[in-house]
């Protein structure tokens, strides 16, 4: 079967680094995604990973590794703006996503 | 601005009754997907539709229906709901192949008593 595993919630500091780890076990894989949401609002595409290495996009990075079934998403610099749930998501072999509970970031000034 | 449209944004409804969510996109995107999003949880795919005409069952598709005449449109269907159907939906679709990114509309929130 197939499990997605990421912190319910993590708390940061203002113009810190912050890391959000996601772990997975699945049969067959065909990429991952972080998502984005903010409260009351519908998720938004952050990311997608499908080879392994650091793909970083201004102040967000993703990280993936297949052989550990690990992704990470890093955030520099935080701002307030950057309160909000983070979404993992696997795509299995048949291309369904996965989806994690979700990591809501808790931004103190 | 082009983008997915749900309808209504927010619903209050007794059990028993049937309802319809609407999804509209603009966007020309072949695939169309309804998720649910529970406190805890992930998002759960409840149908998809990866081309006019065709639709397929997620992983919680008891309880509901959609249909999926024409590109642009993908309502879903509660014939008769349940107050388990209380939850967030939302609709998404995605034109970039399997592993493009979903684009989401905001969310219907259902609250069946």
């Known amino acids: 079967g197939q499990n997605i595993d990421q912190p319910t919630e993590m708390t940061a500091t203002e113009g810190a680094i912050v890391q959000i780890n996601c772990t997975y076990q699945?049969?067959?894989?065909?990429?991952l995604f972080w998502y984005q949401q903010h409260a009351g609002e519908a998720p938004t595409f952050l990311s997608y990973?499908?080879l392994d290495g650091l793909e970083e996009k201004g102040r967000f990075s993703s990280f993936l590794s297949r052989s550990k079934g690990y992704s990470y998403l890093l955030l520099k610099e935080l701002q307030m703006k950057d309160s909000a749930s983070y979404l993992c998501?696997?795509?299995?072999?048949?291309?369904?996503?996965?989806w994690g509970a979700g990591t809501k970031l808790i931004i103190k000034p | 601005i082009a983008g997915i449209t749900q309808a209504p944004t927010s619903q209050i409804l007794a059990a028993g009754r049937r309802m319809t969510l609407r999804c509209t996109q603009d966007?020309?995107?072949?695939?169309m997907y309804w998720y649910r999003q529970d406190l805890g949880l992930g998002l759960r795919l409840i149908h998809y539709?990866?081309?006019?005409?065709?639709?397929g069952k997620g992983e919680v598709p008891d309880g509901y229906s959609v249909s999926r005449a024409n590109t642009d449109d993908f309502p879903l269907t509660l014939a008769s709901a349940v107050p388990s159907q209380t939850s967030v939906y939302f609709c998404?679709?995605?034109?970039?192949?399997?592993?493009?990114?979903?684009?989401f509309g905001e969310g219907s929130r259902l609250t069946v008593l």
């Open positions: 990973n499908v």
């Open positions: 699945t049969s067959g894989f065909n990429g």
């Open positions: 998501a696997l795509a299995d072999s048949n291309y369904q996503l996965i």
């Open positions: 539709s990866n081309t006019a005409g065709t639709t």
């Open positions: 998404a679709s995605s034109g970039g192949g399997h592993t493009g990114e979903l684009f």
């Open positions: 966007m020309r995107h072949n695939a």
